[in-house]
């Protein structure tokens, strides 16, 4: 008897569950449709400039540098002169160039940078997204504003307008290694697929849209070469590829430049004229200040000092608008040995036993990050801050090093939803939880993909080497940029 009233009320519950999604769907098709809405989106005469015709005002003290085609090939020869070192995608990672954050300290402060420049109004439809929106009228059409939409839980759907530039086009900003399109991979079904968050509205990304958000602003990934995979694609799908943007190289103002026998520079900023949006990348591998313990000697050994922030996030975070950190794959052995870091807290050699442990150091590291970077966003009002989740790697009957290889070709062979809440990276979602940093969480989703790594099909590979980190672009991180235009 009482298990009939329980199924009946069930039903009576799935049903009304039912109906309140349908309404739900109607509505935000509605939402969508409405020409209402769009009167809240700026109109385009907002641009100072039409985003095709640009001569830009050049208001920086060094000359810019325009990129030139050319200047673009020493980008990513930047990549092939590391053909001394082995491709050794340990975690997949290059010996990347280390320890120059004490470069940047001789760069004075820009007395100029403004901090706390607020959002514009275009900003709406982002916080309408998050359910953060305190405007009535929108919200009256908005059903599900009460509930704080988690983008990490949703599925993969097909859709041909993907990807949102060709891995033939974006050679100015591609490097080479990742561009797939480039190598001997034939299959590319990869490429034409979409994340949908359950209960997000997801905008389109265009790349005009995007720089109007981000107009007078500056975005800041920081972090390891998934990091920069994420800058580059960046690049890509806000220029869609061409080659027709008039971009600026503004390394020179955060010190970007390349040292004298450096491989390349630790990071590269760029400057969009028409509207004033800097999009940069800065290496730093485990986010921590690194300190050389010899300055004399160039084979020196760096403190990695795990509870100081990396200097150049330090030292430029008043710049930034939109900052975007990550770290993961460097925290192993192997890569503190080869980059001769020494783990350090509290200014001296780690004692405790239980911190030198790497995972424990790593996650010690990102919660004292957090915590810092959550004490300065009081002082930065405009500031958004966000904590990308580990990119998962898919290294299967081996690992890097041992012959592990990631073969599959059919997309989403494993499944296409991601139904859990909570984030499959606890350290990173640990860390952010109860400060206003957000997480950028594609663990999950990312896991879901391991088709899109560039395998085997890397051009520098040895034999027998694959590497199942970093993923083809376009690919997996376009969507991680999707997902942080719907939250800025
Ligand atoms: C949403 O954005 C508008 C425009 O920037 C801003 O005035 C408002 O405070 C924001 N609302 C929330 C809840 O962040
Ligand atoms: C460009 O944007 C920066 C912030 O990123 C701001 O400080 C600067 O004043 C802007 N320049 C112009 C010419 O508007
Ligand atoms: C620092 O490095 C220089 C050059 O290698 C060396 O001569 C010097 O002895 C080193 N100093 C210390 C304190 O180890
Ligand atoms: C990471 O550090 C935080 C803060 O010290 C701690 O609460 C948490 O349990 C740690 N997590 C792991 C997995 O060690």
């Not at 082995?86 to 007395?111: I, R």
């Not at 290496?283 to 921590?288: E, G, I, R």
Request: charged fraction near 20%; aromatic fraction near 10%; include cysteine.
């Amino acid at each position: 008897m009482k298990g009939a009233t329980a199924n009946k009320l069930r039903s009576v519950k799935l049903s009304i569950t039912l109906i309140a999604l349908i309404c739900t769907t109607l509505l935000i098709w509605a939402w969508e449709k409405t020409p209402l809405l769009t009167s809240f989106i700026p109109p385009s005469e907002s641009f100072d400039v039409e985003l095709s015709m640009v001569s830009p005002v050049i208001r920086s003290e060094a000359p810019p540098t325009y990129i030139s085609f050319e200047h673009q090939q020493q980008h990513l020869e930047d990549d092939s002169s590391k053909a001394g070192t082995p491709y050794n995608p340990v975690n997949g990672l290059y010996e990347e160039n280390e320890g120059t954050d004490t470069t940047t300290s001789k760069d004075p402060v820009d007395k100029n940078a403004q901090p706390g420049i607020s959002f514009p109004p275009e900003v709406m439809l982002s916080n309408i997204s998050d359910g953060e929106t305190q405007d009535d009228i929108v919200s009256s059409w908005v059903p599900l504003k009460k509930k704080e939409c988690n983008y990490a839980k949703g599925k993969w759907i097909a859709d041909e307008r993907r990807p949102l530039y060709s891995g033939f086009g974006c050679k100015q900003w591609l490097s080479e290694m990742w561009a797939c399109r480039l190598t001997q991979r034939t299959d590319f079904s990869f490429e034409k697929y979409r994340w949908q968050p359950e209960n997000c509205v997801m905008p389109d990304f265009t790349g005009s849209a995007f720089l109007t958000r981000m107009k007078h602003k500056t975005l800041a990934f920081i972090g390891d070469s998934l990091g920069r995979q994420q800058f580059q694609s960046m690049m890509c799908m806000i220029t869609g590829g061409r080659q027709t943007y008039v971009v600026q190289d503004i390394g020179r103002s955060y010190g970007l430049v390349k040292a004298r026998g450096a491989i390349r520079p630790d990071g590269w900023a760029y400057r969009f004229p028409t509207t004033n949006t800097t999009i940069l990348y800065y290496w730093s591998a485990s986010l921590c200040e690194l300190e050389p313990l010899n300055r004399s000697d160039p084979a020196t050994h760096y403190a990695m000092h795990l509870d100081r922030p990396a200097t150049f996030l330090k030292h430029f975070l008043p710049r930034f608008h939109v900052v975007i950190l990550n770290t993961g794959h460097h925290w192993n052995r192997g890569k503190l040995i080869a980059n001769h870091w020494e783990m350090y807290v509290g200014g001296k050699p780690i004692a405790d036993r239980r911190l030198a442990q790497i995972a424990n150091a790593k996650n010690f590291t990102v919660y004292s990050v957090m915590k810092w970077l959550d004490s300065q966003i009081p002082h930065h009002p405009g500031l958004k801050a966000f904590f990308r989740s580990i990119s998962p790697r898919h290294f299967a009957n081996g690992d890097w090093n041992t012959g592990g290889s990631c073969d599959n070709t059919a997309p989403l062979a494993g499944g296409s939803e991601v139904t859990q809440d909570s984030s499959s990276d606890p350290v990173a979602e640990g860390a952010v939880f109860g400060t206003k940093v957000k997480l950028l969480d594609i663990t999950a989703l990312s896991q879901l993909r391991d088709e899109c790594h560039v395998s085997k099909y890397s051009i520098k590979a040895s034999a027998g080497v694959n590497d199942c980190l970093h993923w083809c672009l376009p690919g997996v991180p376009d969507t991680w940029n999707e997902l942080l235009f719907a939250q800025i």
